[in-house]
């Protein structure tokens, strides 16, 4: 048996019996809301992670990427939605082989010409491409705007031979990170709504609408209140992290509702009177939020990054003072980017090591 | 042939041009000054770059971490220098495993109960682990205090059968990035005295001192100054990016010593009136410093970071709005953690992409 305590550091590791409890949370969540989730797998890029969340009743995942969408479609998950405009001719290309052979596989479209694009490929490769149009609902990233701008797109896809409409996208990134859960749910519902409004129009003129995909794990229990969602998109309730946990909760000036399931565990390699130095900087974190690593049940430290390799504590109990050797976990920032500078991720209960899972679609933004 | 406009985007390119140019300045340089550079291989990770910068005279590469050292080492690079302590009694035993196939490998000390961990291990394995006495000399980083803290710590290196007493290394990481050459100057010569000073000390008391380590890209022109430095550490020189161009050289407000050949390649994947989005976010560039990546001969436009995936293009002159599908080159913020996203790097000459080189200690913080 492998413990907890002999694995290399800088290292990340997922806390099983948090991650089981978050999946079972969200399902049970999404059953009585009448909703169903296609969870974010850019924020894990592991394809057990995905089968997990498959198995405790996810439609699929959804993919940031074509690249993340091959490595998850190569390891046997389905049910893709990749959430990004696939545009350059050669991923273009990539795609149709991707739908070849996972042919339920779905994307977003927000560019008539992308659109035409998409639809000359499918044609010429003899494959049938799944598109939701994406709805600009204010995170000023990608998407068309609501209204007749979205229906008159959602019309050429539909009159696309080797296209078919799947539905809408609506992606109100601007809204998951809002303060307060009052304050979040009235931002969430009032971005959601032109596209509800959208959805509606589309159905006016004939169009179907089996899909409407959007939420996030900011706003997992608000959006459902939308009729017209479908499916939530929610990424981060499988770990959490500091970001997501302090935007506040239904209940309190935290998020609580999932577990912090994920952290980095580090070693101390360097002590002195005013500092002691951990083997874990700015490639063992995301970097991406003005706050730094949290220490888990490890008071009496703080810690500021201190170069690629280095994290610095400064000690604030002069009886805790940090030992040499002495490893320390943190939740990171920001568990997304965190996933990403690691290719494995070590699977504890307890302080045993139960498996390593590969994150077989880091760096695989392409 | 593959173009440079075939590599799927986001990707890493290298321009070799620039790259080679760089190498032959800085070796062009020690050679002059009459000292060694044994660049930082954390910058780039890539055992390929390693064998390029020792080609061009460089007696090996500094490693940041053992992980990478093991990486490099297996890739047949030798003449590595360990440069953050090696602590955890995992590390440890996997150190004189690297040591028994790479026995020229130099690692750093600044305790000594790590001193005689080491040499306890290195006795019971049979190898001799040559080791420099790591001095603090400002950075609140790892290291002793010079002076007698140094002394008495490279006596007891000296003193252990089966350690090496190889010298010494400070890195003053808190003059690197100091704005302003006149200003750098002052600051790291101020803090690279006691360095200097403690190897005389050492000398004094009759101990060896083979070499002495130190300097970054930001002083390779100041640190050569100092008459008892035997060794640069730069390493970000060998690709530059936006952080060091902007400290200034010696001649202006830039420092343009060293030529920018690390680049981001990124595609248009959604425009609109008041915006245009790229695929390359923060999962594609180092996210650690307060400024934007910079696009690359491509003016009109103004990055700014929108999520893992996507970067925002505000379009600053309407006669060169972005279009769908537009390939746009960026600078990296930094280059070491930049480089550490990717698992390879497309190096490009002119428009042709020459080689793919691995990044095969990507990750390898452990």
């Known amino acids: 048996m492998i413990s907890r305590d002999d694995v290399s550091t800088p290292a990340l590791l997922l806390d099983l019996d948090r991650f089981e409890r978050n999946l079972a949370r969200m399902a049970a969540h999404v059953r009585a809301a009448g909703?169903?989730?296609?969870?974010?797998?850019?924020?894990?890029?592991?394809?057990?992670?995905?089968?997990?969340?498959?198995?405790?009743?996810?439609?699929?995942?959804a993919c940031a990427k074509l690249g993340e969408a091959e490595v998850m479609a190569g390891a046997g998950v389905r049910g893709l939605l990749i959430t990004t405009e696939v545009v350059p001719p050669g991923s273009v290309r990539r795609l149709m082989t991707l739908i070849a052979g996972a042919p339920d596989t779905m994307v977003v479209v927000d560019n008539a010409e992308n659109v035409r694009a998409l639809a000359a490929a499918a044609a010429e490769h003899g494959v049938v491409v799944n598109a939701l149009v994406d709805v600009h609902v204010g995170a000023r990233r990608t998407g068309v705007e609501p209204g007749a701008a979205a229906l008159a797109l959602a019309r050429l896809v539909a009159g696309?031979?080797?296209?078919?409409?799947?539905?809408?996208?609506g992606y109100a990134g601007q809204c998951a990170h809002v303060m307060g859960w009052k304050e979040r749910r009235a931002a969430s519902l009032a971005a959601m709504t032109p596209l509800m409004e959208t959805r509606a129009l589309l159905e006016r003129e004939g169009l179907p609408v089996e899909i409407v995909a959007g939420g996030s794990t900011g706003t997992y229990d608000i959006d459902v209140e939308l009729g017209g969602l479908t499916e939530l998109q929610a990424g981060s309730y499988c770990v959490m992290d500091v970001d997501y946990r302090r935007i506040g909760g239904r209940g309190g000036e935290m998020l609580t509702d999932f577990e912090m399931a994920l952290t980095v565990v580090a070693t101390v390699v360097s002590v002195a009177p005013d500092r002691a130095m951990v083997d874990a900087g700015l490639k063992a974190f995301s970097t991406d939020k003005p706050f730094p690593p949290e220490a888990v049940e490890r008071p009496g430290i703080e810690?500021?990054?201190?170069?690629?390799?280095?994290?610095?504590?400064?000690?604030?109990?002069?009886?805790?003072?940090?030992?040499?050797?002495?490893?320390?976990?943190?939740?990171?920032?920001?568990?997304?980017?965190?996933?990403?500078?690691?290719?494995?991720?070590?699977?504890?209960?307890?302080?045993?090591v139960e498996a390593v899972w590969d994150i077989a679609a880091r760096g695989r933004s392409d």
């Open 303 to 352: 810690y500021g990054f201190a170069g690629d390799e280095h994290g610095r504590l400064t000690p604030r109990d002069p009886d805790r003072a940090p030992r040499l050797g002495e490893r320390i976990e943190f939740f990171p920032p920001h568990c997304d980017p965190t996933f990403n500078l690691y290719d494995r991720v070590h699977v504890v209960r307890g302080s045993r």
């Open 160 to 169: 696309a031979r080797a296209l078919r409409l799947g539905g809408l996208q």
């Open 35 to 61: 909703k169903q989730i296609r969870p974010h797998a850019k924020t894990h890029r592991c394809p057990e992670i995905a089968r997990r969340q498959i198995a405790a009743g996810a439609l699929g995942v």
